[in-house]
């Protein structure tokens, strides 16, 4: 059970979401961030979490332990150079991926996958740069990474076929279900999920039908759990914002994916949804 | 209300027709064809019309049940692929025109939709509410654009999961299985697409691209095709998957 050392990078949400579902299948995981505070976080979020299993009946005392055990937290990028397979979970920049993985290229072996959790970043542009862009892959997990089944593995223009299946293989053993995307913007998922939101701010703009009856008919007529407007409230509607506004940067500016001036104004607002207190229903 | 021995006009084509057709008769209404309307030997309470891929068929239909029903018979007509202002503005009595959408299967629609005209008269959307609800829905009443609110979001999806077919971004299956499992979609996209039926699809993207007149509603290229290659879906035994005869008729 130990052919994938796994690092992880940024010990965020995601992050510590990607290094639990790793120490889960029994794989060692370095999880690495500057911060030590959110190392802190992320220490409690495994112990809470695993606890919470014990309490169900799901694992003994013994495999939380060990679960535990599985996940060293570190401070310095140098220590992930035994790594296997190395999963970045950092902030949502270009430059600052593509910095860390040319300090990875040196650090790790050729052979060493370097895996980007990105949701909007093309992982081409994130591999051009690199000595071996042959090994740089999209592993997108979906918030929260624990719970959510599926992962996109994304093939960048470079990516190797070889490492294409490694990928695809290392996501089945973490009993994941993973599907292919080529490196196109918004991938599968943030795309083709764009006119539920999108449209939803139209037919709303255009005076079809008010946010609680758009949210109502989604549910009752076409049998989704959450409405569009409930949904944004929930994920955050800047965050939602800023994935429209990406996707339609990255397809050139296709008019179907142009933003909304309802969602924008909300955002100017600072209206975000069930984080702020009020989206598009009241929280307080 | 009671709906034992009330008479409904039913004229169309398509999965809506036989399902509404189905779902009337359950619930003890008396189901008749525009022939038998023909005859007058009935009397009508609604007209429901719900022809969406043809255009021209659905003018005639509703040309004639106009002409042929008493001006007080609501004349209740889908409005997926043109608004019921529109199918209105076609007949000499727009007034008792209303339009309403849902997708098959009906099984799974707890609520379906209700669009008036702008012509429809005050008194006629309440008559079809009531008759939605006898037949055990929840209505909601929509501002009158084509496509309604769940058609028009589901077959938009459906439209972006198709282009990104088109496009090699991945296959059908992992586009549906990564719809279910990333987002919690209840079904695929391009398998809701063939269960509900391509032509049906393409009928709601195209009429809101001729209608809005906007490139955010261009039918992907695949869509058309499939429709001009009479790959329709689930009916037809070939879609964005393949339904061998045996497996065609599983809901």
């Given at each position: 059970m130990?052919?994938?050392?796994v690092?992880?990078i ?7 979401g990607?290094?639990?579902v790793?120490?889960r299948?029994?794989?060692?995981v370095?999880l690495?961030d500057?911060?030590e505070?959110t ?5 409690q979020?495994f ?9 169900k009946?799901?694992?003994s ?16 990028i140098?220590?992930l150079?035994?790594?296997t ?10 430059e600052?991926?593509k910095?860390?993985?040319q300090q990875?290229?040196k ?8 895996l980007s959790?990105?949701s909007?970043?093309?992982?081409t542009?994130i591999?051009g ?6 090994r ?7 918030n929260?990474a ?5 992962v ?8 190797s ?10 996501a ?8 292919m995307?080529?490196?196109?913007p ?39 759990k ?10 955050g ?14 397809f ?11 969602q924008e ?20 | ?6 008479t409904i ?16 008769t359950?619930?003890q209404y ?27 068929k659905k003018k ?33 009595h ?7 959408g ?12 209700i ?7 005050e008194e006629?959307t309440?008559q079809v ?11 909601e ?12 979001i589901?077959?938009l ?8 077919v ?22 695929g ?22 209608d ?12 058309r ?5 009479a790959?329709t879906?689930?009916?037809c ?13 599983r809901?």
């Amino acid at each position: 059970m130990n052919e994938y050392r796994v690092g992880v990078i940024g010990a965020g949400t995601m992050g510590a979401g990607i290094a639990l579902v790793c120490a889960r299948q029994g794989y060692s995981v370095k999880l690495l961030d500057a911060n030590e505070e959110t190392l802190e976080r992320a220490k409690q979020y495994f112990h809470s979490t695993l606890t919470k299993d014990v309490t169900k009946g799901k694992i003994s005392e013994e495999q939380k332990a060990k679960t535990i055990q599985l996940i060293n937290p570190i401070a310095r990028i140098e220590e992930l150079h035994d790594r296997t397979i190395i999963v970045e979970a950092v902030p949502e920049r270009l430059e600052l991926k593509k910095s860390l993985f040319q300090q990875l290229a040196k650090i790790c072996s050729e052979k060493t996958l370097l895996l980007s959790n990105t949701s909007s970043i093309s992982i081409t542009a994130i591999a051009g740069s690199l000595a071996h862009p042959e090994r740089v892959l999209g592993l997108h997990f979906f918030n929260p990474a624990p719970v959510m089944p599926l992962v996109e593995v994304i093939r960048g223009k470079q990516s190797s076929e070889e490492n294409v299946q490694a990928t695809y293989q290392f996501a089945k053993k973490l009993a994941k279900v993973p599907v292919m995307a080529t490196d196109t913007p918004g991938f599968i998922v943030n795309r083709v999920a764009r006119p539920y939101y999108n449209e939803a701010l139209r037919i709303l703009g255009d005076g079809v039908a008010e946010v609680e009856q758009i949210d109502r008919i989604m549910k009752r007529a076409g049998g989704f759990k959450m409405g569009p407007f409930e949904l944004q409230d929930m994920i955050g509607i800047d965050i939602n914002f800023a994935t429209t506004q990406t996707v339609f940067q990255d397809f050139f500016y296709e008019g179907r994916f142009k933003p909304s001036r309802i969602q924008e104004r909300m955002v100017q607002a600072g209206n975000l949804g069930r984080k702020t207190g009020e989206g598009f229903y009241d929280y307080s | 209300m009671t709906t034992a021995n009330q008479t409904i006009l039913l004229v169309g084509e398509g999965p809506l027709f036989e399902e509404l057709h189905y779902l009337m008769t359950s619930n003890q209404y008396q189901v008749i064809d525009l022939k038998m309307a023909e005859t007058g030997t009935y009397q009508v309470k609604l007209a429901l019309e719900v022809m969406n891929t043809d255009l021209e068929k659905k003018k005639d239909s509703i040309v004639q049940l106009d002409r042929l029903l008493s001006l007080e018979v609501p004349i209740v007509t889908t409005s997926l692929a043109i608004t019921a202002t529109e199918v209105a503005s076609w007949t000499k009595h727009p007034e008792r025109i209303c339009g309403f959408g849902t997708l098959v299967p009906l099984v799974e629609r707890e609520l379906i939709e209700i669009a008036p005209a702008l012509q429809t008269a005050e008194e006629i959307t309440p008559q079809v509410t009531t008759f939605f609800t006898t037949l055990g829905k929840e209505t909601e009443v929509v501002v009158d654009e084509v496509g309604l609110v769940f058609p028009r979001i589901l077959s938009l999806i459906i439209n972006e999961a198709v282009f990104a077919v088109m496009e090699k971004t991945a296959t059908a299956e992992d586009i549906d299985i990564a719809m279910q499992k990333g987002t919690n979609y209840p079904q695929g996209p391009l398998a809701w697409a063939d269960q509900i039926g391509i032509d049906e699809i393409y009928a709601i993207v195209n009429g809101i691209h001729r209608d809005l007149r906007e490139e955010r509603y261009r039918p992907a290229p695949l869509l058309r095709k499939l429709v001009l290659a009479a790959r329709t879906g689930k009916k037809c035994g070939q879609g964005f998957y393949l339904y061998p005869q045996e497996e065609g008729i599983r809901v």
